[in-house]
């Protein structure tokens, strides 16, 4: 349901910041394809849009979101279609978006809603979030590029550690490794978080791309190769026996808590 993407751009800001909203807060702000379908169309509509400068993506209170729904990921998933959807289109969406991403995160980010912030240019997060990639707890692997954008960023061991072993980071954790720019309060952090994109929105437009695509290095094909190359592997792994094991006992595990 398109209610669950709230997607606006504030008249205070002249319509130079589009926020792209999750709102689905009764079921962790799991995500649909309905929901990524939602986001590449406002991400490329932006894209497209001179007035709009930054996109910007926010949660809702104590929670960015949990990732994938799961009923609606396996689904499509599982038939091998994983890089076909809207979930796919949404990778490479992330890896190839010409204008700069700003992200507020408050509460649990899992999953996708932990790769998605390689992407982001600046991501600000409250205390209480916590930044964490399950894959390999269900048998399956890192998305999003992570595989390469997060030894880069943070360095091999940290990067096994959240991406391989699982292990969760606190928002200072993620600081400290370079996923997220800033910890701000939980009262701050919208505003916080739009402040920084109203400020980028007011820079020269074509200098400010030409600098972003400098440092985030020109060229984006390595990094939707290796979504392509990550989401064949995922579907292959989807099909496993291993991978079956682990999502009966996860479901299991939903239904009895």
């Known amino acids: 349901m398109s209610e669950h993407i709230i997607v606006e751009r504030p008249s205070e800001h002249g319509g130079a910041v589009q926020v792209m ?24 509509a932006g894209d497209a849009d001179d007035d709009v400068r930054v996109h910007v993506f926010l949660g809702s209170e104590g929670c960015f979101t949990a990732g994938n729904d799961m009923q609606d990921f396996l689904s499509y998933a599982i038939n091998g279609r994983l890089g076909e ?13 010409r204008k700069p991403m700003i992200s507020g995160v408050d ?13 982001c240019d600046l991501t600000f997060a409250t205390p209480r979030s916590e930044f964490r990639t399950p894959f390999v707890d269900l048998a399956l692997l ?40 800033q910890v701000v309060g939980e009262e701050a952090l919208e505003s916080v978080t739009l402040a920084a994109a109203a400020n980028i929105a007011s820079k020269p437009p074509q200098a400010m791309q030409l600098a972003r695509d400098l440092l985030r290095r020109g ?21 496993s026996p291993e991978a079956r094991a682990a999502f009966e006992a996860f479901m299991a595990r939903k239904k009895s808590a």
């Open 21 to 44: 909203r999750f709102n689905r807060p009764d079921k962790k702000n799991a995500i649909t394809q309905d929901m990524y379908r939602i986001m590449v169309e406002a991400m490329r």
């Open 85 to 97: 959807g809207h979930v796919g289109q949404f990778l490479k969406a992330l890896a190839t978006v």
């Open 219 to 239: 060229d984006r094909s390595a990094i939707v190769a290796r979504i392509e190359e990550e989401s064949a592997l995922f579907g292959e792994r989807l099909s």
């Open 107 to 119: 509460g649990l980010a899992i999953g996708i809603g932990t790769t998605m912030h390689f992407h």
């Open 142 to 181: 890192p998305e999003a590029g992570s595989s390469l954008l997060g030894p880069d960023v943070m360095g091999y061991q940290r990067a096994f550690a959240m991406l391989a072993a699982g292990t969760g980071f606190s928002a200072e954790e993620a600081r400290e490794a370079g996923l997220i720019y």
